[in-house]
């Protein structure tokens, strides 16, 4: 797969991200690709992710400071867990120049809003976002340019947001290959409750289950893992910090979700306990029926076992 | 990948498959690859079924009738819904030649064993097996010759099993490619409960639990499910039918675990509203490097997101 070629003339002067892991390097790396800015701006606060991606050549310069950092940008965008956001806010709210545009790529969108509105200064405009999008790897190796395409980027402006501002970051994602949504911070974070936060959850907790139970050994769990199990061990792989500051940050919606869930799995327990086949098999029918449209709105691969290779 | 070469000598006289579905149609074309019998025999209670396997090829002989699919067979294998074990022992338990092995692919092991013992003459031998390996595909078009490569096949030889028997099974097994390891029926039947059959509960209902929702349409789902609620639509979209009796064949096993995975649930969610941040970090960390030793043991791949395409 290769990205479109580079725009014809950058969208905008200066680009910033701040946070270098997975999601941070590939918008880097799509930055670059398709020259979205004259110059494209980097910054970890941990100095050897810096000289990491001094070392990528991922960035035209790697800053050495916050203020260095969001200093003369038109766009920043931070990368940092949800949990970070308020402090990186901090950091940077005073060095923000007048019409700069703030957003973030968490995939919390309620409280990223109110720790960044204490923060950054009205004369700037912040449009969080977060592309839903991304790999159970971490770090600025694991990125790459074409992780955003055909995924969704949500924009959660709040209300009176500038809409030239909100319309270039939407020019922003678009460029780099995404599909761009406008919601509300509340409606993202109840829908990616159910998208990806309570699967999340459900996948750390099976993994967890698993190791702990006494009557069959780890051995055992990870030889016959290709039952199934392997497979919820790719999400519960994700990183644990942005993880644990997502349930932190989206705990009514989180917990309205898994109620529903859990009470949906007693009626299934019970249902096998009473040996109630059909109720089973038209359960089990349906849910055919969603993974089929996943794979035609190209969301999901049709290959057998996600494409895994079998050898 | 390719498989190893056709044996210089089959390992036995004639070989017949019952059940032409995704494990069954990889058993043919695996043992048609590496020639493991003299002739390899293929029935299905489904007459289209038969005609497509004629059509592709991937048997010597489609025979018209039970009768006449095991008659002479040295080995049959049963690759049918575990519900569905008992009426094809009777069907072909009159027919089968004394000294036969009659086998199995079912993914529960004791009942399949209480079903066929009450069918299969004692003049042949019921050694059930169960590969662990499979795809969400169903279906004689759906299955390859190299599905078992380096996946584990459990068997659960009954107490006194005649031990000749047992090995030459075994050496089936492992002319297919898999790694061969020996249980009892109630042991594999605990330990699959963690490593498949609660995993596949688990993801049948979430994908329920998105479908029923409220709140959230939908098309929200299916456009947002790459933020982790895809993985599990994966495994949700296996045979209904199969999966049904596998509940129904399994139920205590799968009723114990299923209460250990909700404790650990209730815990996790109580952790999250009493934003207990340190003991949600330590899961989500401790399971990484189960994901680790499954992909050290050739169980997963290391290629992020499973290997999915990204474009």
Redesign the interface.
């Known amino acids: 797969?290769v990205l479109d070629p580079p725009l014809p003339k950058p969208l905008v002067g200066r680009l910033t991200v701040i946070g270098l892991g997975l999601i941070g390097s590939s918008i880097l790396r799509a930055a670059l690709a398709r020259r979205l800015a004259d110059e494209v701006v980097a910054y970890d606060h941990f100095e050897p992710v810096r000289s990491r991606v001094e070392a990528l050549g991922i960035a035209d310069r790697v800053a050495a400071t916050p203020e260095e950092a969001v200093t003369g940008a038109d766009v920043v965008i931070l990368c940092v867990p949800v949990g970070a956001m308020g402090a990186v806010g901090e950091d940077i709210g005073p060095h923000v120049a007048p019409g700069a545009i703030i957003s973030d790529v968490g995939?919390v969108k309620a409280s990223v809003a109110k720790a960044l509105a204490g923060q950054i200064p009205d004369y700037a405009h912040v449009i969080p976002a977060h592309p839903?999008?991304?790999?159970?790897?971490s770090g600025p190796d694991?990125g790459?340019a074409?992780?955003f395409?055909?995924?969704?980027c949500?924009l959660t402006p709040p209300e009176g947001a500038d809409e030239g501002a909100v319309d270039l970051l939407e020019e922003i994602w678009a460029a780099m290959g995404a599909n761009v949504?406008r919601m509300s911070a509340e409606r993202h974070d109840?829908?990616?409750a159910?998208?990806?936060?309570?699967?999340?959850?459900?996948?750390?907790?099976?993994?967890?289950?698993?190791?702990?139970?006494e009557?069959?050994t780890?051995s055992?769990?990870?030889?016959?893992?290709?039952?199934?199990?392997?497979?919820?061990?790719?999400?519960?792989?994700?990183d644990?910090?942005m993880?644990?500051?997502v349930?932190?940050n989206n705990?009514e919606a989180?917990?309205e979700?898994?109620g529903?869930?859990?009470e949906?799995?007693?009626a299934?327990?019970r249902a096998?306990?009473w040996?109630q086949?059909d109720a089973?098999?038209e359960?089990?029918?349906?849910?055919?029926a969603?993974?089929?449209?996943?794979i035609e709105?190209g969301?999901?691969?049709a290959a057998?076992?996600?494409?895994?290779?079998?050898?």
Chains 1, 2 share one sequence.
């Open positions: 797969m995939s839903v999008a991304g790999t159970e790897y694991a790459f074409t992780l395409q055909n995924r969704w949500i949504e109840l829908v990616l159910i998208t990806s936060h309570v699967p999340h959850l459900i996948a750390y907790n099976i993994v967890g289950t698993a190791a702990d139970l009557t069959v780890q055992e769990v990870i030889k016959y893992s290709a039952g199934g199990f392997r497979d919820f061990t790719r999400i519960a792989a994700s644990p910090t993880w644990r500051d349930f932190l705990r989180v917990i979700v898994l529903r869930f859990t949906d799995l007693f299934l327990q096998i306990r040996e086949g089973l098999f359960l089990f029918t349906r849910t055919r969603i993974r089929r449209s996943i709105q969301q999901e691969t057998p076992d996600f494409g895994r290779a079998h050898d």
